[in-house]
C-alpha cells in the first residue's frame, strides 16, 4: 500500500520542496497550511491526485488527528518563521504560536500512533538550538551541553525537540528530529506580517540573507549595505537538498530516535556571499563596495555544523553548490520582482 504523510507547513518554502520531493519518491502527501505567512497561494502539486491540501490550523490538535489517521508518518514543519527581523519583530507571538502548534501536533501525533497507523513523527527543528554554542562543529548532542538559545525561536525549537522525545519516552511514540541549516531556494515570498526592514534605500521583505542580498544587488544598490561586519559564518544549504534530508530522515530505519543536521559542508561569510551576488548580477569587473547596517543582537556570528552523522547513517549530503542556488534566486528573484511579489 502506498505510505502516506502528513506535511504540515506545507505551503512554506520547505514544505514546498518537501512535499515535490515526497511525491516524487511515490508517496501520498496531505498539506496542512493555514497561509498565515505569505496568504493564500496556489501549489504547484494541486493537480497532483497523490496530493490533497487542507487549509487549516495545525494548533487544532482535534483536525491534526482527523488528518493523521490514516497517515504513516508525520512531518511537522509548520510554524510561525522568519529571517532575522521577523523573529526579532514578533518574539512573543512566535513562541506562543509555535508552542501550541507544537504541542497539538505531539498530542495528535501520539493520539494516531495509539488508535492508528502512524509510525513517526519527523521533527523539523533547526540549527538555532545550536545558538549559544562557543566551539564548533555543532555535532549533534550539543544542544544539551551548550547555554540554552537566547532567542525565543531558537528556544521553542529546542522546546520541540523535548516534545519529541518526552513523547517517546512516555507513550513509545517514535520520532527523528531534523535541524536544517540556512535553507536557500525560491518560493519564499513577502510575509504577510514581515514590517519591512530599510537597509539603505531599499526596503526588504523576507530578512534572509541570500534574497535580500540579491534584490539589493538588482536594484541597483551601490555602495551595498549588509548586516555587521559581514564576517558572520553561514553553511547554506539548497532546499531541495534539505527537502532530500528529511526524507530520508523520515524513512531510513536506522534514523528512529535520532537526530541530523542537515547542511552543506562548506562555510561561507556574509560578505564572501555578497561578493559572489554582486560579481554574479553586476559582473566581476564592477569593484563590490559595502556599508555595514547595525546588527541585531542575536545574529549568531558562527553556525558550523558537523555534517558526518548524516552521512554516515543516512547516506545523505548536500550537493548543492552556492554558485547553483544563486543561479536559481537571481532568476526568481528577478521575476519575483516584476511580478510584484517581493
Ligand atoms: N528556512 C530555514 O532556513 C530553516 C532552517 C531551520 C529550520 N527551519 C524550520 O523549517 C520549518 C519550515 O520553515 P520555512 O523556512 O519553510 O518557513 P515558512 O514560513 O516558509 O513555512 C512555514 C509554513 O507554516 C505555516 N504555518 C504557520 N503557522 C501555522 C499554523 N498554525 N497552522 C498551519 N500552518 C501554519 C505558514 O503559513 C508557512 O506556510 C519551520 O519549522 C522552521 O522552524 C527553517
Same mark, same amino acid.
Given at each position: 500500500m502506498t505510505e502516506r504523510v502528513l506535511v504540515s507547513g506545507s505551503a512554506g518554502f520547505i514544505g514546498g520542496y518537501l512535499t515535490a520531493e515526497l511525491l516524487a519518491r511515490g508517496y501520498e502527501v496531505?498539506?496542512?497550511?493555514?497561509?498565515?505567512?505569505?496568504?493564500?497561494?496556489?501549489?504547484?502539486?494541486?493537480?497532483?491526485?497523490?496530493?490533497? %491540501?487542507?487549509?487549516?490550523?495545525?494548533?487544532?490538535?482535534?483536525?491534526m488527528a482527523s488528518l493523521l489517521a490514516d497517515c504513516d508518518h508525520f512531518v511537522a514543519a509548520a510554524a510561525m518563521v522568519g529571517g532575522i527581523s521577523y523573529f526579532h519583530a514578533f518574539p512573543y507571538d512566535l513562541l506562543a504560536?509555535?508552542?501550541?502548534?507544537?504541542?497539538?501536533?505531539?498530542?495528535?501525533?501520539?493520539?494516531a500512533h495509539r488508535d492508528g497507523r502512524l509510525r513517526k513523527v519527523t521533527y523539523v527543528s533547526s540549527s538555532?538550538?545550536?545558538?549559544?554554542?562557543?566551539?564548533?562543529p555543532s555535532r549533534e548532542g550539543q544542544q544539551l551541553t551548550v547555554p540554552p538559545p537566547r532567542s525565543a525561536y531558537g528556544l521553542q525549537k529546542l522546546a520541540g525537540e523535548y516534545f519529541a522525545r518526552a513523547a517517546f519516552e512516555q507513550y513509545g511514540l517514535p520520532f527523528t528530529i531534523v535541524?536544517?541549516?540556512?535553507?536557500?531556494?525560491?518560493?519564499?515570498?513577502?510575509?504577510?506580517?514581515?514590517?519591512?526592514?530599510?537597509s539603505g534605500d531599499v526596503l526588504l521583505a523576507?530578512?534572509?540573507?541570500?534574497?535580500?542580498?540579491?534584490?539589493?544587488?538588482?536594484?541597483?544598490?551601490?555602495?551595498?549595505?549588509?548586516?555587521?561586519?559581514?564576517?558572520?559564518l553561514r553553511h547554506f544549504t539548497y532546499g531541495g537538498d534539505i527537502?532530500?534530508?528529511?526524507?530520508?530522515?523520515?524513512?531510513?530505519?536506522?534514523?528512529?530516535?535520532?537526530?541530523?543536521?542537515?547542511?552543506?559542508?562548506?562555510?561561507?561569510?556574509? *560578505?564572501?556571499?555578497?561578493?559572489?551576488?554582486?560579481?554574479?548580477?553586476?559582473?566581476?569587473?564592477?569593484?563590490?563596495?559595502?556599508?555595514?547596517?547595525?546588527?541585531?543582537?542575536?545574529?549568531?556570528?558562527?553556525?558550523?555544523?558537523?555534517?558526518?552523522?548524516?552521512?554516515?547513517? *543516512?547516506? %545523505?549530503q548536500a550537493t548543492t553548490t552556492l554558485d547553483e542556488m544563486l543561479d536559481e534566486v537571481v532568476g526568481w528573484v528577478t521575476e519575483a520582482l516584476a511580478a510584484g511579489l517581493l
Open positions: 496531505v498539506g496542512i497550511d493555514d497561509f498565515s505567512k505569505y496568504g493564500p497561494r496556489q501549489s504547484a502539486h494541486d493537480g497532483n491526485p497523490a496530493f490533497s %491540501f487542507v487549509r487549516g490550523d495545525a494548533a487544532d490538535a482535534a483536525l504560536a509555535n508552542e501550541r502548534i507544537t504541542a497539538a501536533s505531539f498530542d495528535a501525533a501520539i493520539r538555532a538550538v545550536y545558538e549559544s554554542a562557543s566551539d564548533w535541524r536544517p541549516f540556512n535553507c536557500v531556494g525560491v518560493g519564499e515570498r513577502k510575509a504577510l506580517r514581515a514590517d519591512r526592514v530599510s523576507m530578512s534572509h540573507v541570500v534574497p535580500d542580498l540579491v534584490v539589493k544587488v538588482l536594484k541597483g544598490q551601490d555602495p551595498l549595505r549588509i548586516l555587521g561586519s559581514g564576517s558572520q527537502a532530500r534530508g528529511i526524507a530520508a530522515a523520515m524513512s531510513h530505519p536506522r534514523a528512529a530516535g535520532e537526530d541530523f543536521n542537515l547542511s552543506a559542508t562548506t562555510g561561507t561569510t556574509v *560578505l564572501e556571499l555578497a561578493r559572489q551576488v554582486w560579481a554574479k548580477i553586476r559582473g566581476p569587473d564592477v569593484p563590490l563596495r559595502v556599508e555595514h547596517d547595525t546588527p541585531y543582537p542575536h545574529d549568531v556570528q558562527r553556525r558550523v555544523p558537523a555534517t558526518g552523522k548524516a552521512r554516515r547513517i *543516512l547516506g %545523505f
